[in-house]
Every structure is written in structure tokens, then in C-alpha cells.
């Protein structure tokens, strides 16, 4: 998911009847935002600026899985996954595949959820807006990392960048000159609160809105930079101006157990295998977002010893981010240390057979087993709907072999069944009892 929320932050100008904020569920809505530029009380009228959510219940090329048999993924010798090499991480070393992630030692299952935010864009920066990142917000957002806590989350999903209306700095061409102010300042609060609640945190740099049509909201851009990730300087400089002085800030935080390059880039990507753009996506083309990532992930392999991720949408495009798949296509590989997809009920009964290129798989992680994915790294259930029967739901997906699950979400769409959650990992003893960071 992402957020169609164009607006400027207020007390949860969130529409919850819509039921998803982008991205991962057509079919189930959008949130959105008053474009006005004025605060926002609640959810505002989607005539003021929305955001479409993307074309995410598109079943082209997918088989109907209802009577279906569902063989096990392929590994062939030109899409499939393959080594991605050696990353530091949160432990130092490679990572390896299985149904658990290092952590300080030992080995875990990673319960956590998706904040995601507090204002969407506004957490981490400021712009002609105001100033309402973390570092003005202590008190309520540490009120629901309290809460955070007590539903047993030890991970916890945070947008940083998103679309780009706070946070970069660019110059008037549109080239990326460094972070916006009180970045670091934000991002420090932030980290202060994960840590004294025991709290791991994974920001997420870039939403796939990045790449929308520009919108031009009170004196403030969202969207419209797609030229930052398919022209090679504004790329680099995006990389070198923005991202790295962000790591390096925080290269020795243990509270930061992985930086997430992009929350499903899928939707803004307008070649990839099965492609299904959103319509408001200025989308670029893969070879680009390819090099745009992998560029990431050395940095944050360079300049940090926390692991990497990516927000894939759905299993349905689980190859694509693999060794495997970027060595048939000429690209350079994006060193993810684990895997993440995302999951919502449209993928129910979908699935690929025998695709060339990606494979035997069911959309569905709730049937799909890690372990015939054949993948060279662990996978997360980066999103899922949570909002009841958190035991059954999470002993799911543990069984079914993937290393974590993180409901969407505390302060977005949904709820969290956080009394569940917690009675669920305490039952789960060492399997989910994170060191403290």
C-alpha cells in the first residue's frame, strides 16, 4: 500500500470506508486527502485531489486457481533465484533462506506491523505546509508505539520519503540537492521512540506515488519525479544527496534493522512481466528503477550495517526482484537481504502456471509455501489485513514458511488485532522475542 493523500496533515484525514490506502487493493478503495493545502479533520471530499489507487485487481495473464492444481514454483537457470551475495545486515553475513531472519545473534520469526505514518509525506522533513515531523509529535506518536508495544509488535514498518512532498531537496531543474530540513532531527525522535519500547524499525524510503503525475498542492509537489529515477544524474544525485546522508547519520543505529527501498514500485513500473501501471503513474521503465535500486542497496550495504528490503505488491511478481531474473535481463542485482510481498483479498485464487518468467505461483502467501518459491532469501508478509483472528492468520503464515508478518495497519486502513497479536506472540516464546535494539 501507499496513500492517495495529496493533502496537508491533520488529526486522520484517513477514509477508512474505502478500505486500503493504494496500491495493494483495488477492490477495496483508497484513502484520501483534502488538496487544499488546509488541515484535514477526517476524511476529506475525493473530488479534492484523491489519488486513484493503482489497477491492483488486474488477473491478466493469471489463472483461476478455484479447481486448479498448484504445483510448486520452478527454479530454472535463467529467471530463477540465485545467490545475491554477501550483505552485513542486521549480523554480519549472509542470510539465508528460511522461515526466520538474524537478529542480534539469534534467529526469528519477525512480528511487527505498519505504523505507517502519522501525517503521510510530513513524518520525516517539512514544506510549505509547516513543520509536523516526528520531532513536533513525540508525545502522541510514543503514545502509539506504547500501543505498538503492547500488541507485541518488535517491527515496525515507517514511510519516510513517500511522494516526495517533504524530505528532498531539489533544485530547479528537478536535480535532488540534499535532505530537507529537520530530516535527521525527525528521524533521530523516531528512533529514540522504537528504541525505549524495545521497537526495530524498517523506513520505508520511497513510495510508488514518487512516480505519479505531479501535483501542485499550496506551494507543495507531490509526485511528479519520475525523472529522478530514469535520467542516470538526477538518479545518482537522488542517491548521493539524499539517501546516503541518511544512512550515514544513522549507520551504527540498532534500532534500524532494514532500510525498505520502495513500497510496491510495481504499480509505477511500466515494463515489467505482467505489468500493470496505475493510471496515474508517470511509470518508468524497469531497466531504470533496476539500476535506481541496486544503487540503493549498495549504499545501504556500504554506509550501514541494517539489511535491505523492497515492498513487492503481491507474490505474483515475487521472480522479478530476484539474482536470477536481473542476470537474464542485463541488470545489475538488488542485494535485498529479504524478500517482502504484500497480500490483500483480491489475490484470493489467482495464480501463475508455468509462466516463462514467473513461474508456478499462487498470489495468496495464506497457500502458498515459502518453500516451493525457491527463493535465495527469506520472505516477509510485508502488508495483510489483520483486523480479527490474529492467531489463525499468523500461525498461517508461519507455517506456511514465511520469516515475519506485518498487519497494515496501526494508523491507515484497517485495524490491528493487537489484543490477538500480543496473546499470539507471547505464545510463540524465543521464536518472535527480538533482543532489545
Request: with cysteine.
Amino acid at each position: 500500500m501507499g496513500l492517495a493523500l495529496v493533502g496537508c496533515p491533520g488529526g486522520g484525514g484517513n477514509d477508512e470506508t474505502g478500505g486500503g490506502s493504494s496500491g495493494g487493493a483495488t477492490g477495496a478503495g483508497a484513502t484520501t486527502g483534502d488538496a487544499s493545502g488546509a488541515p484535514t479533520t477526517g476524511a476529506s471530499d475525493p473530488s479534492a485531489g484523491t489519488v486513484s489507487t493503482s489497477n491492483a485487481s488486474n488477473t491478466s495473464n493469471a489463472t483461476n486457481a478455484t479447481g486448479a492444481t498448484s504445483g510448486p514454483a520452478t527454479t530454472d537457470a535463467t529467471t530463477g533465484p540465485t545467490s545475491a551475495g554477501t550483505t552485513t545486515g542486521g549480523d554480519t553475513g549472509e542470510v539465508p533462506p528460511g522461515s526466520t531472519i538474524p537478529v542480534g545473534g539469534g534467529a526469528y520469526f519477525l512480528i511487527g506491523a505498519n505504523y505507517p505514518w502519522l501525517n503521510y509525506g510530513g513524518d520525516f522533513g517539512a514544506n510549505a505546509w509547516g513543520t509536523y515531523g516526528v520531532h513536533t509529535k513525540g508525545p502522541e506518536i510514543g503514545a502509539h508505539f506504547d500501543q505498538l508495544e503492547a500488541d507485541g509488535a518488535r517491527v515496525v514498518r515507517w514511510f519516510v520519503f513517500t511522494d516526495g512532498r517533504a524530505g528532498v531537496q531539489f533544485d530547479g531543474g528537478g536535480v535532488p540537492t540534499g535532505l530537507g530540513d529537520h530530516v535527521l532531527e525527525d528521524m533521530q525522535a523516531a528512533v529514540d521512540i522504537a528504541r525505549a519500547r524495545g521497537i526495530y524499525l524498517v523506513p520505508v524510503l520511497f513510495d510508488f506515488h514518487w512516480m505519479f503525475w505531479s501535483q501542485q498542492n499550496n506551494g507543495v509537489q507531490s509526485g511528479g519525479r519520475s525523472d529522478t529515477i530514469k535520467d542516470a544524474g538526477k538518479r545518482a544525485a537522488l542517491v548521493d544527496k539524499a539517501v546516503v546522508p541518511l544512512l550515514q547519520a544513522f549507520a551504527d543505529e540498532p534500532a534500524i534493522l532494514a532500510w525498505e527501498i520502495m513500497n510496491e514500485p510495481e504499480w509505477s513500473i511500466a515494463d515489467l512481466p505482467a505489468a500493470s501501471p496505475d493510471g496515474g503513474a508517470d511509470a518508468v521503465p524497469i531497466a531504470d528503477f533496476y539500476a535506481f535500486s541496486s544503487a540503493v542497496a549498495d549504499a545501504v550495504h556500504l554506509h550501514t550495517g541494517a539489511y535491505v528490503t523492497l515492498g513487492s505488491a503481491c507474490l505474483k511478481w515475487h521472480r522479478v526482484w530476484t539474482p536470477g531474473f536481473a542476470a537474464a535481463h542485463g541488470f545489475d542485482p538488488i542485494a535485498l537481504d529479504f524478500y517482502q510481498t504484500h497480500y490483500y483479498p483480491w489475490m484470493d485464487g489467482q495464480q501463475w502456471n508455468g509462466d516463462p518468467e514467473l513461474g508456478t505461483t499462487n498470489f495468496s502467501p495464506t497457500v502458498q509455501k515459502y518453500g516451493d518459491l525457491g527463493l535465495d532469501r527469506p520472505m516477509v508478509v510485508g502488508e495483510f489485513i489483520m483486523s480479527d483472528q490474529a492467531a489463525s492468520r499468523l500461525d498461517n503464515l508461519r507455517d506456511n514458511g514465511y520469516a515475519g508478518a506485518w498487519p497494515w495497519s496501526l494508523t491507515s486502513d484497517y485495524s490491528l488485532d493487537g489484543a490477538g497479536m500480543a496473546a499470539w506472540a507471547q505464545a510463540q516464546g524465543a521464536l518472535v522475542q527480538l533482543p532489545p535494539p
